[in-house]
């Protein structure tokens, strides 16, 4: 007989993982559980759509420029419907927000109005689609302010510091679903034979030694003094900090999900030739915010080179921020230089 021996770690599906978690909470409903299971299966849709781009007729761009002036794939429509279409009836939300939509998305005339706010960019870092790189989908949710009717402009544009929980999946050499509600950060990758969200990084914590800095030094040329040398202190040119190596996808996801596992940082900083980027190019609510509570909540920072994103208390839905965001020291750091070089 051969000799088998299991492996004694246990395996914990992202439903179990949820439920566990809500005990810890008496007080839960049961609500924002369900949110986060219809979230897991439009990751695994969307997922399962993402791996056929390239053989189906629905790779390519569509007529439509959405509000960003970006042209529309038809990947990012179909994340965006699969969204919203597993969210509008449950009676769980009481209106949304897509990167996607210019306006308010309101639940439809006849079904329940519940007391959550759902903000989600459906397909992120979709330039990379034709080209079979990391994509991903981030989502943030919201208790609503608002206290009756349907939900408001007032409830989605709320700081980063309120959410309750936020997360994203990530379409890449495989899916995994990623998020916090405030008691750890924990991601699951898809096993796509069982189609199972399966716990493999409980409790994640950015590296204390940082690996990789990220960003798009084909923007050099429109960065300010303080982005240049905070850049040049990285590369150590400085005594008191060694070179790190330098990472980029383009994609928000795949390279905020490297610095998360690998430690390091991502920056977009403000762009000062652009008018139309003079605040950055990634959106607060959509991007910036819930990835700025991940960070957090595992032990990073995510600043707009002034402030803490989570501080921000949003003017408009679409509303642009620089993004500074990983490990604490050098995030400080570019506070620092910029605080230093650019006042
Ligand atoms: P994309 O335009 O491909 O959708 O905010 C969108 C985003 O990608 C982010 O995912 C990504 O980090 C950034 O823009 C990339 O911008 P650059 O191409 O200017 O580097």
Redesign the pocket.
């Known amino acids: 007989m051969p000799n088998i021996t299991f492996n004694q770690s246990k395996i914990i599906t992202i439903e179990r993982h949820i439920l566990e978690e809500q005990q810890i909470h008496p007080e839960a409903t049961g609500t924002l559980t369900n949110i986060l299971y219809d979230l897991a299966l439009a990751g695994k849709f969307i997922a399962s759509q993402t791996t056929r781009a390239g053989l189906s007729e629905i790779l390519g761009a569509t007529e439509d420029i959405n509000i960003q002036g970006?042209t529309v794939m038809k990947l990012d429509q179909l994340a965006d419907q699969t969204i919203f279409r597993l969210n509008d009836h449950t009676g769980r939300i009481a209106v949304m927000a897509s990167e996607e939509h210019e306006h308010l998305i309101p639940i439809p005339k006849g079904f329940p109005i519940g007391k959550y706010v759902l903000l989600f960019d459906p397909l992120?870092?979709?330039?990379?689609i034709d080209y079979n790189a990391s994509i991903g989908t981030i989502f943030a949710i919201y208790r609503r302010l608002t206290t009756e009717g349907p939900g408001t402009m007032e409830d989605c544009l709320q700081p980063g510091r309120n959410l309750v929980v936020s997360g994203y999946l990530i379409y890449g050499s495989s899916t995994m679903l990623v998020y916090t509600s405030g008691s750890g950060v924990h991601g699951f990758t898809l096993d796509p034979s069982i189609g199972e969200f399966l716990l493999t990084h409980p409790n994640i914590q950015i590296p204390k030694e940082p690996k990789y800095y990220s960003t798009?030094h084909?923007?050099e040329i429109f960065w300010s003094p303080g982005v240049l040398k905070f850049t040049h202190w990285l590369q150590g040119y400085e005594p008191d900090q060694k070179p790190l190596s330098s990472r980029?996808i383009?994609?928000?996801?795949g390279?905020f999900h490297r610095t998360l596992l690998s430690g390091g940082m991502f920056y977009?900083p403000a762009d000062t030739h652009d008018l139309h980027k003079p605040h950055g190019?990634?959106?607060l609510n959509y991007?910036a915010a819930p990835l700025a509570f991940i960070a957090h909540h595992a032990g990073g920072y995510a600043s707009d080179g002034h402030h803490d994103i989570l501080d921000i208390k949003p003017e408009t839905l679409h509303q642009r921020t620089a993004l500074y965001i990983g490990d604490t020291r050098l995030v400080r750091k570019a506070e620092e230089f910029i605080n230093k070089f650019d006042s």
């Open positions: 970006e992120d870092g979709s330039s990379n798009n084909g923007n980029y383009g994609s928000l996801v390279d977009y190019k990634l959106r991007e």
